[in-house]
């Protein structure tokens, strides 16, 4: 919305910085982290009356079982601060940022029912693993669709990159490897941060850094020269990416005010979901999917213990991990909640920072 009023530059040329887009994405993060701090008392009241409190697992960390009934489904803030942040500052034409913003609130929605099930049933079961993986299928088939039959996505589309090769791996895998990867990305990120969201302020600051690699990621790949420079994949109108990645670290930073030890509020499915998919769908389309792996290599430790726990247990009987996902078997081993987020907090930056490295050494 703001972007129109760089239109009247040649009637008040101060309105031409809205043109840029390293100014509407610190706007979009600005917007966004103040949305979460300042509205989020009201919505945590608000979900305390309608008595939206957590579910806790049974079997989990014996420490939890004071959260039970701490408000959860937080994640509707998160959402509705990104959607509000990329309404003012993004170009709303762009159809990266649409599909971006229209994945945001897809995956949010799959989430809020598996909330909507746990509070009916009270219970810590939702939505069955293949209600879940159907629904995400779903949402698969309309973004290969849309970046199939878009003029300026259709080739980008079918290539597979790697880091640390200049030109693609891949010139052209098919519609079908093409929508197969497109759906182990979605799939895939979207339920590593849901198991990630164990403790308090664990998933939503792993979430910030990893969105601000990959803000940084959508500026250069939407900017031809920087492109070319760094030898990566050049995606014409994915710089208004940057818009929306800064709105997820502004809001994913805002969220964490109110989500530090101890947790005043729960993202909820409807948070975790929604985040894994906006991180997923950014990687998909400026083309930086395996990089995905690295910058996202808490979410992947998350995941992976928990494959393993599960295989380990089924062949031989016998538990790799203390407790899966990992941020319980560290808690399991002595150390405190706090010192595990913070620890896994310092990894994330780290991961996120080795992620951006891949551009440059090419």
Not at 122 to 135: E, I, T, V
Not at 232 to 259: K, R, T
Request: hydrophobic letters at 50%.
């Amino acid at each position: 919305m703001l972007y129109f009023l760089s239109l009247l530059g040649s009637w008040f040329s101060p309105l031409r910085v809205f043109q840029y887009i390293t100014v509407r994405t610190v706007g979009a993060a600005a917007t966004a982290f103040l949305l979460c701090v300042l509205c989020g008392p009201w919505v945590i009241q608000r979900l305390r009356d309608f008595r939206i409190g957590q579910q806790v697992r049974t079997g989990n960390a014996p420490d939890h079982a004071h959260k039970r009934n701490t408000p959860t489904m937080g994640g509707v803030l998160i959402i509705a601060s990104m959607v509000t942040a990329c309404l003012l500052w993004a170009r709303p034409s762009n159809l990266f940022v649409q599909l971006a913003v229209a994945t945001l609130c897809y995956m949010g929605a799959v989430g809020f029912w598996d909330d909507y099930i746990k509070l009916r049933r009270k219970h810590s079961d939702g939505l069955s693993a293949r209600a879940k993986m159907g629904l995400q299928v779903l949402w698969t088939l309309v973004v290969v669709v849309s970046l199939s039959t878009h003029a300026e996505s259709a080739e980008r589309f079918r290539q597979f990159m790697v880091p640390f090769h200049k030109a693609p791996l891949i010139d052209d895998m098919g519609l079908i490897l093409s929508s197969l990867l497109v759906l182990v990305v979605l799939v895939g990120a979207t339920n590593a941060v849901n198991l990630t969201d164990g403790l308090d302020g664990l998933a939503i600051g792993c979430t910030s850094s990893a969105s601000l690699s990959y803000l940084a990621m959508s500026y250069l790949a939407g900017h031809a020269i920087f492109a070319n420079y760094l030898y990566i994949p050049y995606v014409s109108g994915a710089g208004e990416l940057a818009v929306f990645c800064g709105s997820m670290a502004g809001a994913s930073l805002g969220f964490l005010w109110h989500n530090c030890h101890p947790a005043k509020v729960f993202m909820g499915d409807t948070g975790s979901l929604a985040l894994g998919g906006a991180l997923a769908i950014t990687a998909v389309l400026i083309k930086q999917e395996v990089v995905l792996i690295l910058v996202g290599g808490v979410f992947v430790m998350e995941a992976v213990s928990v494959m393993l726990q599960v295989a380990s247990f089924k062949l031989t009987g016998n538990r790799i991990f203390r407790m899966a996902p990992i941020h319980h078997h560290f808690e399991k081993k002595g150390w405190s909640e706090t010192q595990v987020t913070i620890r896994f907090w310092i990894l994330s930056i780290l991961f996120a920072l080795l992620g951006l490295l891949t551009l440059k050494l090419r």
